[in-house]
């Protein structure tokens, strides 16, 4: 019975997320971590030139750095396999993310996620705007 059990939930965690697997191309994204200058200028870069459209976002993990909530986010489309680091202080449709501290969203797709790049103040700043949903 316990087989069972085992088996039952493998297949759950192996089928309820459904991330395709994306391989990087662009060798600043091998070269720069997410942090570094280098990589936010790339990823300003191809996400201008991309059809945000065929974009798809999935949550990696949050963190809290120097007060402010971030959320560290792969981002998926052609010719694209990045990630990028969201100041999520002013994010609309993360009630539930926020009042269970993002536990569970682990590898969850950011559904009609919006997004601000804001490159005043001479640094390049990821700002999440707003999401409809979550889909875990």
Not at 9 to 30: E, G, H, M, Q, R
Not at 63 to 71: A, E, K, P, Q
Not at 83 to 98: A, C, K, P, S
């Amino acid at each position: 019975m316990m087989k069972y059990i085992a088996a039952v939930c493998a297949a759950i965690l192996l089928f309820s997320c459904n991330k395709p697997v994306c391989t990087n191309n662009n060798p600043v994204f091998d070269q720069y971590r997410p942090e570094a200058t280098e990589y936010k200028r790339e990823l300003c870069k191809q996400l201008n030139a991309a059809d945000r459209k065929k974009l798809t976002f999935w949550i990696e993990r949050d963190s809290v750095i120097g007060g402010v909530d971030y959320m560290y986010i792969e981002i998926q489309g052609k010719n694209l396999c990045a990630h990028g680091i969201f100041d999520i202080t002013n994010g609309r449709g993360l009630n539930n993310y926020r009042a269970v501290k993002g536990v569970g969203y682990k590898g969850g797709e950011l559904k009609g996620f919006k997004y601000i790049i804001d490159t005043s103040g001479g640094d390049i700043r990821y700002l999440f705007d707003e999401v409809v949903w979550i889909a875990d």
